[in-house]
């Protein structure tokens, strides 16, 4: 899992050289669009809507909130989170038929991160003839996020008000005490997980434009989190789902 982070990041950093030189290139000269057969217009605005379309927008850049909850066998567990996320569309209008869109690459940093899990508990479990109490963590985890690596491809539709997007996305996690919550050790013994952990995924977006360079913005993602085996222990968050809100400027 390491060392495709490690690798998903320099390609995140290879795309982006070659696509900004794409994009000055564009910004510079008359536009070149990629067309194929039966491929469906770009969305334009009306005379005076003032809305732009897809093709005139650069830079985004905005505040977020982050909400979750995990599936499966962390149904328990919740999530929130806080950030800062920018992006640049870094191609021009490439006609694809109904995939028509940009490719778009960015990143988000979250000062605040935080999981909630099922409070500690006690287990008493028998070993041989004897009974042993092994206890649990839990509780609230506190940490801070960065994601280096956001592909996104929005969609170009014919109003310049709705923006849909996908994305693939892969981050880095840090949280104050080892997450996610096992089977706690005796005191300067190995064992447990850890502090650091990796978090990839990807999902559908909207941006809706209340203004000409306004947006407001809807994520639904899902999202894997494991340690890489950074720790003794791994049981990461196989599954969650994400859903993030958030308000752009355009530039």
């Given at each position: 899992?390491?060392?495709?982070?490690?690798?998903?990041?320099?390609?995140?950093?290879?795309?982006?050289?070659?696509?900004?030189?794409?994009?000055?290139?564009?910004?510079?000269?008359?536009?070149?669009?990629?067309?194929?057969?039966?491929?469906?217009?770009?969305?334009?605005?009306?005379?005076?809507?003032?809305?732009?379309?897809?093709?005139?927008?650069?830079?985004?850049?905005?505040?977020f909130v982050n909400l979750g909850t995990g599936v499966a066998q962390n149904f328990n567990d919740q999530f929130f989170a806080a950030g800062f996320q920018v992006g640049r569309n870094l191609t021009p209008i490439i006609h694809a038929g109904p995939l028509t869109g940009r490719f778009e690459f960015g990143g988000n940093i979250m000062p605040l991160w935080q999981a909630y899990t099922p409070?500690?508990?006690?287990?008493?479990?028998?070993?041989?003839?004897?009974?042993?109490?092994?206890?649990?963590?839990?509780?609230?985890?506190?940490?801070?996020?960065?994601?280096?690596?956001?592909?996104?491809?929005?969609?170009?539709?014919?109003?310049?008000?709705?923006?849909?997007?996908?994305?693939?996305?892969?981050?880095?996690?840090?949280?104050?005490?080892?997450?996610?919550?096992?089977?706690?050790?005796?005191?300067?013994?190995?064992?447990?997980?850890?502090?650091?952990?990796?978090?990839?995924?990807?999902?559908?977006?909207?941006?809706?434009?209340?203004?000409?360079?306004?947006?407001?913005?809807?994520?639904?993602?899902?999202?894997?989190?494991?340690?890489?085996?950074?720790?003794?222990?791994?049981?990461?968050?196989?599954?969650?789902?994400?859903?993030?809100?958030?308000?752009?400027?355009?530039?």
């Amino acid at each position: 899992m390491y060392r495709f982070f490690q690798h998903t990041f320099a390609l995140g950093l290879i795309l982006g050289s070659g696509f900004t030189a794409v994009a000055q290139t564009s910004d510079s000269a008359t536009p070149v669009a990629v067309a194929v057969v039966g491929a469906a217009p770009a969305a334009q605005s009306s005379p005076n809507s003032g809305f732009e379309p897809l093709a005139a927008r650069r830079w985004e850049l905005g505040p977020f909130v982050n909400l979750g909850t995990g599936v499966a066998q962390n149904f328990n567990d919740q999530f929130f989170a806080a950030g800062f996320q920018v992006g640049r569309n870094l191609t021009p209008i490439i006609h694809a038929g109904p995939l028509t869109g940009r490719f778009e690459f960015g990143g988000n940093i979250m000062p605040l991160w935080q999981a909630y899990t099922p409070s500690p508990y006690s287990q008493v479990v028998t070993s041989g003839s004897t009974q042993i109490t092994q206890n649990y963590g839990g509780g609230t985890f506190t940490g801070a996020s960065i994601t280096p690596v956001v592909f996104r491809w929005n969609f170009a539709t014919r109003t310049p008000r709705l923006t849909p997007w996908f994305q693939a996305a892969a981050g880095v996690v840090y949280t104050t005490h080892k997450f996610p919550p096992t089977l706690e050790v005796p005191q300067g013994t190995p064992g447990g997980t850890s502090v650091f952990n990796f978090r990839s995924g990807g999902g559908f977006g909207l941006h809706y434009f209340t203004r000409p360079r306004r947006s407001v913005d809807f994520l639904l993602s899902a999202e894997h989190i494991s340690s890489a085996s950074l720790g003794d222990k791994n049981p990461g968050i196989n599954a969650s789902l994400q859903l993030q809100l958030g308000y752009t400027w355009w530039k």
